[in-house]
């Protein structure tokens, strides 16, 4: 039976009526992802009409999950809110601070003894605030939504950019920062533009050595890194439906390396398949009840040109698997010549040392099954791997169905190494080397999301290509990125030829899935007695003090850094080792934008301090400004704050003094999280005025006593030379936005308003 059975029953009692009314106001039939955000607005029964990528809106989410990583400051800012209970089924899942380094039972204890204060204050708010809690070692937060609360035509929001891959199970499921979450644990409505939509028609079917993680590397090709940036992207058509649930959760899984709010699918055969194989017939009967609202309307998908802003073809019987990277996950070769021509021309290490299967995008039984059949044809035909092979199962149901059923013996005889249930080496938790920032340069092939340098093992050196499972571990057996599986031969220990087959797998268990103990602990009914503590001293966790707002006089302020091109979330707030402090915001605030590339002299953490004209980090630069009592202005480039959902990225910057980012363009995430910590957010009317900074500028804000909505901002650079420019600069807030600007935060809000 699922969890919270009852709500779902709730969301499809409501949704005929509320679709059928959306559709009278629109004015014509919906598209999926229409359906379920008018089911589930703030108000309850549609009552207008919203213009895409426009307006603001009120929503009503049906839950949250958060990871260990983010879940910390979300809690800490929840505790602020003066409520005794979330208000809408939350869970935490531990996966995040368990570092890969000797395998999954030495590291799994050491994460319990170097993080035990971090778990258990998770383990004691959840329990106080009646919060479902995934232990350590349980798996991964998107891998455990999708076999225990995602259901089709639902709407989660996800403290990690990730959330999105529960798409694969026909819901709207957006990542957001911790204090889009607090306000929903609090009982208030989340707020999203309304997004504008992107259609992917697949037509055809995977096959051979195809897979569905192909299928996003060559979205990612086609739209780019921000080329769904305020969409939700839904797929459809005969391929969509060919293809497997978790299949479909890795496609939407990676719609967060595009920038995408969500990605989705429509309700289908192969969803009802997998909802039964996970213990949950009851959410299939009841989906079935409702499935012609839990998919798009037939005309929409007829003519789908007439619906979506945006349609792509994709087919699925002409793709071939891809190779993502390295650096950037949009840069897609196809794999044999075209790689070996792009990686010789760009001096890229032919040589692969590693492979490394699994992250929440690829840790399915499906998933390890296929990558499995060329680990025993490896081993069938004599062939020893020539690269490391790294296996993170994606929960203790998969791994221990996998482990029964003989898959994870097969990745052991080939000399493997299987990981805790945990993130692991695709968000940085991965001991590779003692000294990453001296280690060699080198190329390495994952079946993970994302891989920005220094992403996976902290080496600026690893050229991080993505793959599927499949073709990860042919690369691995191989050991050479020019390898291709479809066409060349191997020499084996005999001295032989031989070639792989096609990768064989499984959709789901043919036995079905199993586990003895999945690592859940649910909340008591009354928690009001749970005890909370966070010692004064510790250095992983510290209670927050609410900002102060900046004001409307903005004057005098320096130039903290210009940062040149790529600025990610991973450059603002690093992960890695740096992960031991999301729960003390001064101690984590020591990496803020130490990645970051200073454009007046192309280095990284080396910025000048205008008050005694010396260079030095960027978070001691920011210290001694506030100190002084004088506010700091970031500046950036196209898509600043790509990638996670982390809001110490924005909450870091506001706690060193920094009052406004402004960049030729942001990323959705990131902008809200900056708005919900009371800072300025602001875009460059004309991007080339970002040339206009110069290291030595004071800024002074002209109108900022008139911040309104659809109203610029002016800006007054000073130059050494005693020269001004003047600027103006565009900003996305509304109303209820800039009250939170007013406040302080967002959280300052929420609690003045539960006083």
């Known amino acids: 039976m699922a969890f919270d059975i009852e709500m779902i029953k709730g969301v499809y009692s409501n949704m005929a009526e509320r679709v059928d009314k959306a559709r009278s106001i629109v004015g014509k039939p919906l ?48 505790m602020q809110a003066g409520k005794a209970k979330v208000a809408v089924p939350t869970t935490v899942h531990c996966d995040h601070l368990i570092q890969a380094k000797e395998g999954a039972a030495k590291d799994l204890k050491h994460a319990n003894t170097v993080s035990s204060e971090v778990f258990n204050f998770l383990e004691s708010v959840s329990n106080k605030y009646g919060i479902g809690f995934w232990k350590p070692g349980a798996g991964i937060i998107h891998q455990v939504v999708l076999e225990n609360y995602a259901f089709p035509g639902g709407m989660m929001i996800g403290t990690d950019s990730h959330t999105v891959n529960a798409g694969g199970l026909g819901m709207v499921a957006i990542g957001v920062g911790g204090a889009d979450a607090v306000d929903v644990m609090a009982g208030m409505a989340w707020e999203l533009k309304f997004p504008k939509l992107i259609g992917v028609r697949l037509t055809g079917k995977l096959s051979g050595w195809t897979a569905p993680k192909d299928v996003i590397l060559k979205v990612a090709e086609i739209l780019t890194v921000k080329g769904g940036t305020g969409a939700i992207v839904e797929y459809f058509g005969p391929g969509a439906t060919s293809m497997s649930c978790t299949g479909k959760g890795t496609i939407c899984n990676m719609g967060a390396e595009i920038g995408a709010t969500t990605s989705t699918f429509g309700y289908d055969e192969s969803m009802e398949r997998y909802l039964r194989a996970t213990d949950r017939a009851d959410v299939a009967d009841a989906a079935n009840a409702v499935k012609e609202h839990l998919t798009a309307d037939a005309e929409v998908y007829a003519n789908p040109e007439d619906y979506f802003d945006q349609v792509i073809d994709i087919n699925l019987s002409e793709l071939g698997p891809l190779l993502n990277g390295p650096f950037t996950p949009d840069l897609s070769t196809t794999v044999g010549a075209e790689m070996t021509k ?10 692969v040392e590693w492979g490394l299967i699994g992250s929440c995008t690829n840790s399915s039984y499906e998933d390890l099954s296929r990558a499995s059949s060329i680990a025993q044809q490896a081993l069938d035909k004599g062939l020893k791997i020539k690269a490391e092979l790294g296996i993170n199962p994606g929960s203790e149901q998969v791994r221990y169905t996998a482990e029964r059923d003989g898959i994870l013996g097969i990745f052991e005889n080939l000399e493997a190494k299987i990981f805790t249930n945990a993130c692991g080496p695709c968000i940085g938790q991965w001991a590779r080397y003692s000294d990453p920032k001296n280690a060699p340069k080198n190329s390495i092939v994952h079946s993970f999301n994302r891989n920005f340098a220094k992403r996976a093992d902290g080496n600026p050196n690893t050229h991080a290509f993505v793959a599927s499972p499949e073709i990860t571990a042919a690369i691995a057996v191989a050991g050479r990125l020019d390898f291709n599986p479809l066409t060349d031969t191997l020499i084996n220990e005999n001295g032989e030829e031989v070639m792989f087959d096609e990768p064989t797998g ?78 003390h915001l001064d101690n984590i605030a020591n990496n803020t934008l130490i990645g970051g590339v200073n454009a007046f002299n192309k280095q990284t953490n080396f ?38 959902s982390r809001e110490h990225a924005a909450m870091q910057p506001r706690h060193l003094g920094v009052a406004a980012v402004i960049v030729k363009s942001f990323a959705r995430i990131h902008e809200t999280n900056l708005k919900k910590q009371g800072m300025l957010g602001l875009t460059f009317n004309n991007e080339a005025d970002y040339d206009l900074i110069q290291e030595n500028d004071t800024f002074n804000f002209i109108d900022l006593n008139e911040f309104a909505p659809g109203k610029q901002l002016t800006l007054e650079a000073v130059h050494e030379d005693g020269t001004k420019d003047t600027i103006k600069l565009n900003h996305t807030y509304n109303q209820a936005q800039i009250e939170w600007y007013n406040e302080g935060s967002a959280l300052n809000l929420i609690k003045k308003a539960n006083a």
């Open 342 to 351: 792009k990686a010789t021309d760009n001096d890229w290490p032919l040589k």
């Open 506 to 583: 499984w959709e789901l268990p043919p036995k079905g899935f199993e586990v003895e103990e999945n690592g859940y602990l649910a909340p008591e009914a009354d928690g009001s007695h749970v005890q909370v503590t966070v010692k004064d001293d510790s250095e992983r966790l510290q209670l927050l003090t609410p900002f102060e707002p900046l004001g409307s006089s903005i004057t005098g302020a320096k130039l903290l850094i210009k940062a040149f091109g790529k600025c990610t979330t991973d450059h603002i707030s690093m992960a890695g080792p740096w992960l031991r402090f999301r729960g």
């Open 31 to 78: 598209t999926l992802s229409e359906k379920i955000l008018y089911s589930h607005l703030w108000d309850g029964i549609p009552k207008e009409a919203f213009a895409r990528g426009k307006d603001y809106v009120d929503f009503a989410p049906d839950r949250i999950a958060c990871q260990d990583a983010t879940a910390q400051m979300a809690l800490l800012q929840f």
């Open 607 to 644: 910025v000048k301090n205008q008050l005694t004209g010396d260079y030095g980090g960027v978070p001691d630069t920011a210290r001694a400004y506030k100190k002084a009592g004088i506010k700091t202005i970031v500046v950036g480039d196209h898509n600043y704050g790509e990638g996670s």
